[in-house]
């Protein structure tokens, strides 16, 4: 039986039991198909009729004598005839209707002090308390000085005071125009400048404000019940260690029950979209949901497909939590922290003023709700933005299901008592390995990749601009997180640092490898730079920052751009990525699945969309360099020479004259074709020369090829 068969297997039994789990049930069909209906009709009508109760609700001013009583009954009135005489008319500055005045609802209360008529509205025995200074006066010299106090938390307070204001607000324009009226003048005399606003927005969402949380709250409580059964439940049935058993690989048993969850998940989501999509058709709230333009299909459908990585990530996650629960309750109880921590960067993003830009577009959960937001909102989202949320979110998502695969199979995960999730960090229990596990591997760099980006942000604020003080914190900041991070993971899990870095002297034949791909790979990575920007169209941001970045490297002593573009990166990004990564996929992957996967996560860790293809590309060659040499130092070599020529080469006329370059060619990234053709040659010589094997087995076999994948690569607890 091969591995699709086997993991099919699991898959169906697994989801036919689930569907048949009342829980599941009722939280995946029954809560979106009946309480969305209930709760946005329900909500729209509870708002409708708060709003007429509000208008039709006497409002109750408290004055100080009866002198105000006069004056306030005399606002009123000369307001209603003054809005009735005009009505057609009648708008606010920005066009919208304006508030009523006060009218026949107005009902006045004397008080004998100011502290009485404060105490009253405190303990809302009425709604606005108004304080004249004097009698009112329609005198051009006396300006009628009034003191209104409202409860800012009592809504027919706030709404009695919004209508007091707007009704002082048209008093002063009616005597404004009376008092031009009686001396002949313009009404223009008092308004030098009127604005005329036009509001190019589209019409307010709710839809677009509260779904998108929604969504995602309801993805994640639909991998909920799955994840909770498939692992606490099945232990506290007492099948899970039967099941454990079995002749079948546990990898098996994981996948089946990990797209369980995430099948679950999916449906879960698509079934709450359906069922907005259906209340706002049938219940007609598209003018008030929608904004009146109607339902976008196709943003929900695009949403919907943006969930599936999200769905992969929390049903990992889940199933990873709970794994480490005894019984049902507990799981639930292990739950909670994880919807309150998801719950933070979900209500961050909902907030009307975060925007998906800068650091928002990494931040999990949040760079989803505030994606969904802008496609619901249809406002305009760059292919930028959205491969970064989609990558960002698919590289959470693997490290996640890496750590649901490592925590489901442990024995003392699946056997252990309550204490196993305090024994897995317990370094006593720690067994010694040569290299990190792929777990501890690709969840280190999933972790460093928001942080990174989070940093990278933070240097650009902090120097305003200026790219000396971006790559002077880069250079500081890196070998923190590069190197003394990974060096800490493996000291403390016991792992080989040696042996993990790859530490050992190169052969020879490697060194001279190294050279060739460092001296000439600026040169075709220069030339497809350009390719690049000629079928995607560079912005001019983009050349702007290359401009900066070439004006301050002219600066800076040779020796510092060395320093900080090429020795620090070059070995810090090696120990890591060729070094602490590419060991971690060596135990799990085939040689150029891990080759190649380790030069694509190099290439985004980049951040620079029209880089990351070449980026790649030359972090392949270089995890070829380590994986054939086995040995990281051809690989520091190589990438010091590369950062260091490029650099130099692009800023220093002297040497792109020695290459014949002119500085208009560099300018736009296009070298002499006779220096790209020889660079071509010198860099594919290179690439043979590391890939070609020597008294080996074929290029593409695993267990003979440079890394030593024998050994034990996991270092888990006992």
Known sequence: M??????????????VDILRDRRTLIAMIVVPIVLYPLLMIGSLQAIAIQGEHLKSQQVLVGVLNDEAVADLARLVTEDAQYVAALAPEMKDDEGGDVEPGLGESLRAR???????????????????????????????????RIQPYYDKEDPPSVYAYMRFKAMIERANE??????LEERNLPPTLTRPFVLAPTDLSSPP????????????????????????DLTAGERERGTLETLMVCPVPIIDLISGK???????????????????????????????????????????????????????????????????????????????????????????????ATRLEGTMLVVPVGNMVLL?????????????????????????????????????GKESVVFADSASLRSTFDRRLIRPAPRPSFTMAFLLVSLLYPTWFFIQSALGEKSGGDARGVLHGTALWMPLFFLVIPYAVLRYWKVDVAETFRLRPPPARYVVAALLVGVSAWIPATQLVAVLKSLTGASAALAEQEQALA?????????????IIAVIPGTCEELLFRGFLLSGLAGVARKWPAIIACGVIFGVFHYMLIRVPITAAIGVVLALLVWQSRSIWPAVLAHVLHNGLGCLISIDPTLQGALGITEEAMGADRLPARLVLIGTLIFTA???????????ASPGSRSADALDVSKPAVAESS
């Open 2 to 15: 091969s591995f699709q068969h086997r993991v099919r297997t699991v898959y169906v039994k697994e989801l």
């Open 110 to 144: 004397k008080y004998a002090s100011v502290e009485d008529l404060r105490a009253a509205v405190q303990d809302r025995s009425i709604q606005l308390g108004l304080v004249f200074d004097g009698p009112v006066s329609t005198d051009p010299h006396v300006s009628n």
């Open 174 to 179: 009616r005597i404004r125009r009376l008092r």
């Open 205 to 228: 969402s709710v839809l677009g404000q509260i779904l998108p949380l929604v969504l995602v709250l309801m993805t994640i409580t639909g991998a909920i019940y799955p994840a909770i």
């Open 258 to 352: 990990f797209l369980v969850v995430t099948t679950i998940a999916i449906l879960g989501a698509a079934l709450n979209l359906a069922s907005v999509c259906v209340t706002v058709y049938f219940g007609g709230l598209n003018a008030v949901v929608a904004g009146g333009g109607g339902l976008p299909v196709g943003q929900l459908l695009l949403i919907l497909l943006c969930l599936i990585p999200f769905a992969v990530l929390m049903s990992a996650i889940m199933l990873a939590v709970c794994s480490y629960a005894r019984t049902f309750k507990e799981a639930q109880n292990y739950v909670t922290p994880v919807i309150l921590a998801v719950l933070i960067p979900g209500g961050i993003a909902a907030m009307p």
């Open 372 to 408: 969904a937001r802008e496609l619901l909102l249809g406002a305009h989202v760059s292919w930028v933005a959205l491969a970064t949320v989609l990558l960002s979110t698919t590289i959470y998502a693997a490290a996640a299901v890496a750590v649901a695969a490592k925590v489901f």
């Open 551 to 563: 004006e301050a490297l002219r600066t800076m002593p040779v020796w510092m751009i060395l320093m």
């Open 686 to 696: 290179g690439v043979l020369l590391a890939w070609w094997p020597v008294g080996r």
